[in-house]
């Protein structure tokens, strides 16, 4: 009757993948909860191919064995297993394409309507299959028990290819959102049961649809379920790789989603106090509370202290409780061996593609963004997000000026009470960005100090200072020395003095010609070893400026240490002066006691006449000011000490 049957094949091939499955990997899935999350995850679809694959299998297979068997007591069972086998296998090309649009991504967060538009083929096929028996619509048994295809049978091919087609439009519009290997596993998967499909609607005596399927099927576990590269083995959510692989895959498909990052800040301390098999569980048990959160799906481990949990479609608020619900769940200890540990979280969600619009953008928020939140946060807000987008953006700019040498050092010229001339300048540097714009150094400075870029930015401007005081005879033009800002930061790396040291002796500078600024708040945490480095770069030759003196702790026992050449009181002080009477008898104290130690003074942010004369008859010695001038670009500065007119100051 059957020239060719390979339906015994089918369900041998199918049940052995549903053991391998069961046996290897099952324990990394939990499926999720309800129907339609349920349709919407990869591999409970798949679960379900291979079961409808199994049991149609089966019953095919029941059937043919009783096809043209005389005894009559088994037309029920007969017409039961036809039956059955019908109903599942009309399910079985909707869970194909279904199963592939999941895949690629495509599957969720579609409008209501397209889910009833999507089901209702198949509602129609499954409606005419289970009104058969009245019917006879789809096959029919004759008196010697033998199988016949009825009218409507071509039908059902039809409804079945309203599904492939659908398919291969979702495949050909979203390429780009489908890795390689998968694309290729889908191909040759429509290929295979289309052949298969094809071979018997054109000769029903081959049985070769069902093996076709199953073969497909064993595909798809070997290509697309495996998870062991997905997988983070400690906690058995998905790991970076497959966050990374989703995310793309729905920035592809334009598909809104929000990551909630749940970071824990201080998993490097607990990770030393306790043993690795304890950080562990306590990892575990941290993943399967987010489980009360959202489904493991949507679970990832995105790096060691961080998990991320996503939330498809537009369920931004979904999300943002989520947050707050984790962060009060963290306010309470979790428990390890058998102390309890209090783990400090920074918890922020980031919607794409409102807040962030690439990929790239993603994993620099992720990694770089949240590096010095304090512990306890909640950035939920566009503008707390926005702050951090910013960081990066400054980030990145900096990079960028200082890879092309972009980054300029501008002048501000510092005026003598004593001598009526400029005879010094502070160098300050300036980050003007193609696409940001002027950065003011109050942002890009301590970014640059977090980073470890304030290394490379000191040795540029410490350069270009030497090859301006080499470039220009400054000395002629009346300036004995150029002030240069120097970060703590940068004098606790080895080696910085010899490096100052060689730049300085290549453009022949004398060390008399550059003063270092440092700030009041930094020089008092000096440690010894940045003491005698100062010491040992003063015995050099190098004078030193305490900046912003006034506004850290105004520590008069450094002052008397007698380090430094100039005292710079900032600008805060003197612009305090002008409301409030005690803070100006303040300065003009100070501006005493430090004349008497022999020091300089120089006043910053001197803006008016009043001011500056406010300062000098306080005693000041130096003054400096945008009622002198900005800081200026170097040819101006040069300019601006040619034409210097005392007089019209
Ligand atoms: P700072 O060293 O206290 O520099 C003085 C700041 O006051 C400069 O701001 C200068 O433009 C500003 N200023 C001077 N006179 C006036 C005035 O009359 N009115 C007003 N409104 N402002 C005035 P800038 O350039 O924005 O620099 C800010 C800070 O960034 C600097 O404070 C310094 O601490 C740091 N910085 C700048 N360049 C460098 C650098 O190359 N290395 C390091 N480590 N720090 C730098
Ligand atoms: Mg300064
Ligand atoms: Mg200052």
Redesign the pocket.
Known sequence: MYTLNLDPAALVLSALCFIYIMTTRQKQYAPPKGLKAQLLSQHFVFMLLLLVSIVSSAASVGSVYLMGRPDRQFYFLQYFLLELYFVLHTTLTMLFVLYFMNVSGTAIGRKKSFYWYFILPYALGEAVTLSNPVTSLIFYLDADMIYHRGVLMPALYCLAAVYVLTGIFFFVRYQKAIPRKDSIAICSAVVLSLLGVGIQALHPEYLTELFAEALTILGFMVMLEDRSGATDPTTLVFNRRAFLDTSRRWMETEQPYSVLLVKLVDLDRISRLFDSRDVDSLLVDVARWLETVTERENIFRYGQEDFVLTFVGLRQEEAEEAARRTLQRFASPWKAEETEVQLEVTVSVIRVSEDVNSLSMLQDLLQWGYQDTPPGSLLISHDELAALKRKLAIYDALRHALDNKSLQIWY?PIWSADTGGIIAA????RLIDDKLGFI???EF?PLAEKTGM?HE??AF?FEEVCRVLSAYNLREKGIHYLE????LYQLLREGVLEKLEQCRAAYGVEAGQINL?I?ESVSSDETPAVQELLRHLQELGYTFSL??YGTGYSNLARLIEGSYANV?I??SLLWGGEKNPSTARLLRNMIRIIRSLDMNVVQ????TKDQLERVVKAGCNLV????FS??LREADFISFLDSWDPLAY
């Open positions: 501000q502070e160098a300050l540097s003011p150094p109050d400075i304030i930015l000191g401007a240069l800002n120097l970060s600024e700030t900046d912003d710079k900032d600008k910053e942010g001197v803006e400096q000011g945008y009622y900005k800081p």
